[in-house]
């Protein structure tokens, strides 16, 4: 009985510690983005997933990586791993758990907002991260060009 | 760059603390990092952690203890069922340009000798060179299967605590030494070859004794070990191969050797002392050999794991284990099931004593007897488990957990749960059910 009465306590309290994840917002895609001077023009799914799950630490093109995400709340965030994986983002965030607590490597650096992902990205031809959909023509005037674009009815 | 910590570690003794205050003083070194997180002088530091919050059936029975692991102490989690899963981990990872990285990782957790030296898990310096070599040096999770390096961290698995019959009886946690890792990874999938040697050491309590010659100290030397994994989509494959001697004898066997080379034992029993070097565990070789698998196509979840222990040290763990989960995953509920398996049905293969002569107190070698073949039930694990559980994501990197636990234990396995019953404990065949929960969270 002690058991179930701390479940049921446990089940009553959560509502007040925190309301579960956001809801989803959007159903508007998700861009892939990389530095113009990558060279890279374009990366399909199964790159883009050994790449944010930390497998593969250099583009298909030997050039080294680095990846950036947003906040681990952001409903950004939720859409681009469960349409790029097809799984929970609870199931991803464990996963990125098992590696980062295991020592083996670390999940991708967050960033505050889309402006800053848009700046890093602009600024470093090593980076690849996800921004909503935007005009391709003006990421193309700060130096980013869409390697990818996600949509929800990709999700697997 | 002054080690971060330092401050405090120098305010504290290094001497022996029960869990309790591990877990304060854990808490304590938290504080600065929530405060520094932004200011410039931690900037290039990652500070994360982990923690559970757990309450477990462990004193439903009186004739037999849960226990999460062979080094908590049999009657701490007994009184206190809150401490079987209970846990918080503080990890910082700093990166020094392209090619080096320091990982640090401390546990405040339940266990037999609480120290804060031995509750540092990992701290490891590792040279990256390209992008397939690497090399780590220092303290490392041991990492010989496949929830080893991250058994800790509740949030990153399903169960409440892995498989009773595979994980339970492995006392050590960590090892110090070197790793070499070769990864092969491009767009399709990965695989890592890795080599390791180092030494370790742990205590564990496996009957129901407290203090003393109860808490035993183990050591010993990971000659060499490797393993190889295997990832592609969503299936990986890991196996691991590793040879390790134990450097000392526990307490309990240097006090059962003083007793048999006693001259008055010696005359009337002298295969005593050979059943009593049978035991032994000093400079014992053992090969530990595993293989696991995971498969998670979309919302399945699918792993198991086996393995081979082989000793040449009579006395103590042998035979195989093996578990299976399956699990499903319905929003933000993942119900699973479980069976885990620990095959070791080693019977006590010597003659009976002979009679205790008038000329000795009588009793004397009756009694011996009683101990010796009393001792094997404390290294034999032959038992089975159906686990039933859900795991409940119900916010961003929280999760509730529920699970119970249905145990048939054959008889003399003692090797896990211990019994407060004196010698000769004499188990027979029987069924024990146990429920937990957990509340798991990373930051």
Redesign the interface.
């Known amino acids: 009985m002690?058991?179930i009465k701390?479940?049921l306590l446990?089940?009553v309290l959560?509502p007040m510690?925190?309301?579960?994840?956001d809801k989803n917002p959007a159903s508007q895609a998700i861009q892939v983005i990389v530095n113009d001077q990558s060279k890279l023009r374009t990366l399909n799914r199964?790159?883009i997933m050994?790449l944010f799950l930390g497998?593969?630490?250099?583009f298909?093109n030997g050039q080294?990586s680095k990846t950036f995400d947003h906040k681990?709340?952001s409903p950004l965030r939720q859409n681009f791993f469960e349409w790029l994986t097809?799984?929970?983002?609870?199931?991803i965030?464990?996963?990125w758990?098992?590696l980062?607590?295991?020592?083996?490597t670390?999940p991708p650096k967050v960033l505050k907002n889309q402006s800053e992902t848009i700046r890093r990205v602009g600024n470093n031809v090593n980076a690849i991260a996800y921004i909503r959909e935007q005009n391709p023509m003006l990421l193309a005037k700060k130096g980013i060009v869409v390697v990818h674009t996600l949509r929800n009815s990709d999700a697997? | 760059m002054k080690a971060p910590f330092s401050g405090h570690l120098a305010r504290l003794p290094l001497a022996l603390m029960d869990f309790p205050k591990v877990l304060l003083f854990f808490l304590y070194l938290s504080i600065p990092v929530t405060v520094s997180a932004e200011s410039a002088l931690w900037q290039d530091w990652e500070f994360t952690g982990f923690g559970t919050l757990g309450y477990a059936q462990s004193d439903k029975y009186s004739d037999l203890i849960l226990k999460r692991n062979i080094t908590q102490r049999s009657q701490e989690v007994e009184d206190k069922g809150w401490l079987v899963d209970s846990r918080l981990g503080l990890q910082l990872r700093k990166e020094w340009g392209p090619n080096w990285d320091l990982v640090g990782q401390a546990v405040a957790q339940e266990k037999t000798r609480n120290t804060l030296e031995n509750s540092i898990e990992m701290a490891f310096v590792r040279y990256q060179v390209g992008n397939n070599w690497s090399f780590r040096l220092g303290r490392m999770a041991l990492d010989i299967f496949q929830l080893s390096d991250h058994r800790n961290v509740g949030y990153s698995y399903h169960w409440v605590r892995p498989p009773t019959e595979f994980y339970s009886w492995i006392l050590f946690s960590h090892s110090d030494g070197f790793k070499a890792s070769y990864e092969l990874a491009n767009m399709d999938g990965l695989l890592r070859l890795e080599a390791y040697t180092g030494s370790t050491e742990a205590s564990v309590n496996i009957g129901y004794g407290q203090g003393g010659s109860s808490y035993n100290g183990a050591e010993a030397d990971l000659e060499l070990g490797a393993g190889i994994t295997w990832e592609k989509n969503n299936f990986s494959l890991r196996a691991n191969l590793t040879r390790f001697s134990i450097t000392e004898n526990t307490a309990a066997l240097d006090e059962l050797k003083a007793y048999v080379s006693d001259p008055t034992i010696q005359t009337y029993w002298p295969e005593a002392a050979q059943i009593t070097e049978d035991y032994s565990l000093k400079d014992a070789q053992f090969i530990y050999a595993s293989l696991g698998f995971s498969w998670l196509p979309g919302a399945w979840v699918l792993q198991g794991e086996m393995s081979d222990i082989d000793s040449d040290s009579f006395g103590i763990y042998d035979g195989q284990r093996a578990y299976f989960q399956l699990g499903h995953r319905f929003g933000s509920l993942l119900p699973h099931i479980t069976y885990s398996r620990s095959w070791d049905g080693r019977d006590y293969p010597y003659d009976p004593a002979p009679a205790t002569p008038a000329e000795v107190p009588a009793g004397t070698l009756e009694s011996l007897e009683v101990t010796l073949i009393d001792s094997l039930s404390s290294g034999i694990v032959n038992q089975y488990t159906i686990s039933l559980g859900v795991r409940w994501d119900f916010a961003s990197q929280k999760v509730l957990k529920v699970q119970c636990d249905r145990t048939t234990i054959y008889d003399n396995s003692l090797g896990i749960f211990p019994t407060p019953e004196p010698a000769p404990r004499n188990w027979q065949e029987d069924v024990r059910t146990w429920c937990s929960t957990t509340f798991d969270w990373i930051f």
């Open positions: 002690k058991i701390i479940s446990i089940l959560i510690i925190e309301v579960g994840a199964q790159q050994s497998r593969s630490r250099s298909p080294k681990m709340d097809g799984k929970s983002i609870s199931d965030d464990a996963y758990a098992r980062r607590y295991s020592g083996r670390s697997q």
